[in-house]
């Protein structure tokens, strides 16, 4: 097993009160948020979130990544019941300080794709492999996935996790963020 679970307490949240769960894999800390009693025979409504400190600690205006983040909290506590994985996994993996190299490539005129690619690394270095050893701590096995990203459903579905439905996220659009999007349809073949 290469997930450690590591602690588990209560987390209260303008969205309610979650139980958080801690992770650790390859070194990095990963949180499950919990909201409600989890049964293997229930399809639970899920968010897989990637860490964007900028968007989701600071506001950036730059992705949706806030928006998304606080549009899945909120839909789980209308629902009474889900489970938000939040993956430190900054600027689609390749972490804080590239990420703002890669803005500063964006403001030159490259998208995010061609800025991560001229710096080293790959278009998406996000790693979900260890999914599905989250989703047996946690006694999921079915999930209503809410996401864009058809890479998010397809690793969920190849160890295992069944994606009963995909719920899109249409939430943090603005005019600082167009290009970013149009290059995550267009480039990382987002869906609508």
Known sequence: MSLRFISQAELPTEFGTFQVHVFEHKGQEHLALVMGSLSESDVILTRIHSECLTGDGLFSLRCDCGPQLAHAMQAIQKAGQGVLIYLRQEGRGIGL??????????????????????????????????????????????????????????????QGISVHKRIPLHVGHNPHNKRYIDTKRNRFKHLD
């Open 97 to 158: 300080t590239e990420k703002i190299k890669a803005y500063q490539l964006q403001d030159q005129g490259m998208d995010t794709f061609d800025a991560n690619i001229k710096l080293g690394h790959a278009a998406d270095s996000r790693d979900y492999g260890m999914l599905k050893e989250v989703f047996a701590h946690l006694n999921v096995k079915q999930v209503d996935l809410m996401t864009n990203n058809p890479d998010k459903i397809e690793a969920l579905e190849s």
